[in-house]
């Protein structure tokens, strides 16, 4: 006899663009599943009596987002998750994960959408009352000319890759942490900030480093963080062209995959 050990369903990249009409946009992408084993005969009987449809998922979510009116993506999506277990009391458990799809101002009613460096949150809400929940900036794209070597490293018949010290160097990053208390959140754009100050200003020995030395920077900083966590790959360009007057005047292009990848989490 099969047994069902977890099930779930839901919508997800549900769009969300809220204005006012005047000066406010609010633009997010939702995904939400919903967990319980009240679910369970529409798996393995076919019953949908208590099945919420997908469909009513996101007009459920538009709904919410029509009566919201504060930018915080962490707080949306808190609203969404009490809501709806308010309204569906055989969901044992709601998951959402909201992505900022990101603007930049350009005047009172006028915006430009921007491809990177993304405000991402993730709520989980359990029929008694617990909140599990993440928050974190994705694709970063972080470049500097100088501060960052890599040597010393092991060296043997595998090792290709010269020592190299004062490079430049180009990351793609990823950056998430956990509130100490949901209800009193760091500012996402400020520990942002912290960590692309913190690239500038360290000089390191590798990104392993780099990325230890954000985190230690950004727990200091910011003392309603428990953690911090980040994922990222060097992007360091190849070099194409090296004058022969000053070896430093040098012409890069994009590198070929494969990538490197550090991975890094820290706690208080």
């Given at each position: 006899m099969a047994e069902l050990l977890r099930i779930g369903y839901g919508?997800?990249?549900?769009?969300?663009?809220?204005?006012?009409?005047?000066s406010t946009l609010f633009a997010a992408e939702i995904g939400m599943t919903v967990r319980g084993q009240a679910f369970g005969p529409s798996y393995t009987e076919g019953d949908n009596t208590v099945?919420?449809?997908?469909?009513?998922?996101k007009n459920f979510i538009h709904m919410t987002a029509l009566e919201y009116d504060d930018p915080s993506l962490e707080g949306f999506l808190e609203v969404l998750a009490r809501r709806f277990?308010?309204?569906?009391?055989?969901a044992e458990r709601v998951e959402?994960?909201?992505?900022?799809?990101?603007?930049?101002?350009?005047?009172?009613?006028?915006?430009?959408?921007?491809?990177?460096?993304i405000g991402v949150a993730e709520l989980a809400l359990h029929r008694d009352g617990t909140i599990e929940h993440r928050s974190g900036r994705e694709g970063l794209k972080l470049m500097k000319l100088t501060g960052?070597?890599?040597?010393?490293?092991?060296?043997?018949?595998?090792?290709?890759?010269?020592?190299?010290?004062?490079?430049?160097?180009?990351?793609?990053?990823?950056v998430h942490w956990r509130n100490a208390?949901?209800?009193?959140?760091?500012?996402?754009?400020r520990i942002r900030d912290s960590v692309a100050m913190t690239f500038a200003a360290f000089d390191s020995a590798s990104i392993q480093e780099?990325?230890?030395?954000?985190?230690?920077?950004?727990?200091?900083?910011?003392?309603?963080l428990a953690e911090i966590s980040f994922v990222g790959q060097n992007r360091l360009w190849d070099t194409a062209q090296v004058s022969e007057a000053d070896a430093r005047?040098?012409?890069?292009?994009?590198?070929?995959p494969p990538y490197g990848q550090i991975e890094l989490t820290l706690a208080r």
């Open positions: 919508k997800h990249a549900v769009s969300v663009y809220r204005t006012d009409g005047v099945v919420v449809a997908t469909d009513s998922m277990m308010d309204t569906y009391t055989q959402l994960h909201g992505r900022d799809v990101p603007f930049a101002r350009r005047s009172e009613q006028s915006f430009q959408h921007v491809a990177s460096d960052s070597s890599f040597e010393g490293f092991v060296r043997d018949e595998y090792t290709t890759l010269p020592e190299l010290r004062d490079r430049p160097l180009f990351v793609h990053l990823d208390d949901f209800g009193a959140r760091a500012d996402g754009e780099l990325v230890h030395w954000m985190g230690v920077k950004a727990l200091d900083a910011f003392p309603e005047v040098r012409v890069y292009t994009d590198p070929r």
